[in-house]
């Protein structure tokens, strides 16, 4: 498992931390575990895009830390999506979990994501990804380098530097070109990029 001063970095440094870790959720359904494959990161005051970015408030107060919890937030009245904080204690900022790959709990997953065309699309975008681990308001502030919670963030096998690729964020309707999202190149359930500037897609930006 991450220990929490190893999250307590930057969120860009962070997000690309993780990819490659384990996101594991145990729930009534059972056990299911996803590889990151693609994240974003969100800084606070200096980021246009960011929850933080006009202060704290109640909705974006576990971004303010301390590091290694997770940070659910609902969107367009129907999906919740998940971040993992990062940062100095008070200095707000998060990674967005955009996509994983499903290594257990694959017929959990298939029980909820029963129009899913593939293996590859299980956890393929934000929403989606929340979804598989069965995750949502309840789960908000959970510490994931708690080896008793019920969501554990687990060191997994990094990708290696020359198949991370890196690009704008999705969706956002500010600092458009900022590239601050990371995936592994080649995986299957990287999503689709979309420009924002328009309609807000899920992301920690407001």
């Given at each position: 498992m991450f220990r929490r001063d190893e999250l307590a970095i930057d969120p860009v440094d962070l997000a690309y931390l993780l990819l490659g870790s384990v996101l594991e959720s145990t729930g009534p359904a059972g056990t299911v575990a996803a590889r990151i494959v693609e994240v974003e990161a969100y800084r606070g005051l200096d980021d246009p895009a960011s929850h933080c970015y006009r202060g704290q408030?109640?909705?974006?107060?576990?971004m303010w830390g301390p590091a290694g919890h997770l940070y659910v937030y609902f969107v367009y009245g129907m999906h919740f999506?998940?971040?993992?904080?990062?940062?100095?204690?008070?200095?707000?900022?998060?990674v967005l979990l955009r996509a994983g790959e499903i290594l257990s709990?694959?017929?959990?997953?298939?029980?909820?994501?029963?129009?899913?065309?593939?293996?590859?699309?299980?956890?393929?975008g934000p929403a989606i990804l929340t979804a598989a681990l069965g995750l949502g308001r309840g789960e908000n502030g959970v510490d994931l380098t708690d080896p008793e919670s019920p969501i554990r963030l687990l060191t997994g096998e990094r990708v290696p530097a020359a198949e991370v690729r890196s690009g704008p964020r999705?969706?956002?309707?500010?600092a458009m070109d900022t590239p601050?999202?990371?995936?592994?190149?080649?995986?299957?359930?990287?999503?689709?990029?979309?420009?924002g500037g328009k309609r807000r897609l899920p992301s920690p930006g407001k």
């Open positions: 408030t109640p909705r974006n107060q576990v999506c998940a971040n993992i904080v990062g940062g100095q204690d008070g200095q707000p900022g998060a709990g694959l017929d959990v997953v298939k029980a909820r994501r029963p129009a899913a065309r593939g293996t590859g699309e299980l956890a393929k999705v969706g956002v309707a500010m601050w999202r990371f995936w592994a190149d080649g995986s299957p359930a990287v999503s689709t990029y979309r420009r």
